[in-house]
């Protein structure tokens, strides 16, 4: 039990430092935690993750699109286990989950209507991200590789194959 309240404290201390210490549009451990917390300790602690985001939504302000932003997180964490066997198969399905989440949020930014409900408005809102899918996939890539380091010396520090329970 200890150690799961370890487990719990630590993904929300993560997520809140990244959240709010400063820091360039979209460069969060967000992407990254959501694919890696359900990879390496089990999806039943995606709840864990969702409310981490939710209370830290709350200090950060909530805004339109948070249930299309919930929602990828939800999306990415399920499709998490599909890609657990190899160092390369993890960062590659973290680099999907950006991929997810800019798919999904931008769509939810255009149900908004600010640049039209047409093709053309979809297609805008999707353009008009790239910037920010740019930060999304470097963020996603760097927290992928402190993950991964941090697990590798948790394996050699306590002889340990797989950080679960």
């Known amino acids: 039990m200890k150690n799961k309240l370890v487990i719990i404290v630590g993904i929300f201390i993560s997520l809140v430092a990244s959240r709010f210490i400063p820091h360039p549009p979209n460069f969060t451990s967000l992407i990254a935690l959501s694919?890696?917390?359900?990879?390496?300790?089990?999806?039943?602690?995606?709840p864990v993750l969702l409310i981490s985001f939710i209370v830290t939504d709350y200090f950060i302000g909530f805004h339109q699109t948070v249930w299309f932003?919930?929602?990828s997180v939800i999306i990415i964490?399920?499709?998490?286990?599909?890609?657990?066997?190899?160092?390369?198969?993890?960062?590659?399905?973290?680099?999907?989950?950006?991929?997810i989440f800019f798919i999904v949020t931008n769509f939810g930014v255009w149900t908004l209507g600010m640049y039209g409900?047409?093709?053309?408005?979809?297609?805008?809102?999707?353009?008009?991200?790239?910037?920010?899918?740019?930060?999304?996939?470097?963020?996603?890539?760097?927290?992928?590789?402190?993950?991964?380091?941090?697990?590798?010396?948790?394996?050699?520090?306590?002889?340990?194959?797989?950080i679960s329970n």
């Not at 399920?78 to 950006?98: E, Q, Y």
């Open 35 to 46: 694919f890696y917390v359900p990879a390496i300790f089990g999806v039943r602690y995606l």
């Open 69 to 71: 932003t919930w929602g």
């Open 77 to 99: 964490g399920l499709f998490a286990k599909h890609f657990t066997g190899s160092l390369i198969k993890r960062i590659s399905g973290s680099l999907i989950g950006a991929c």
């Open 117 to 162: 409900y047409g093709v053309s408005g979809l297609s805008a809102s999707y353009i008009m991200a790239l910037p920010f899918f740019g930060y999304s996939l470097i963020s996603t890539l760097v927290f992928a590789v402190l993950i991964e380091a941090t697990c590798l010396l948790f394996k050699v520090r306590f002889n340990i194959n797989r």
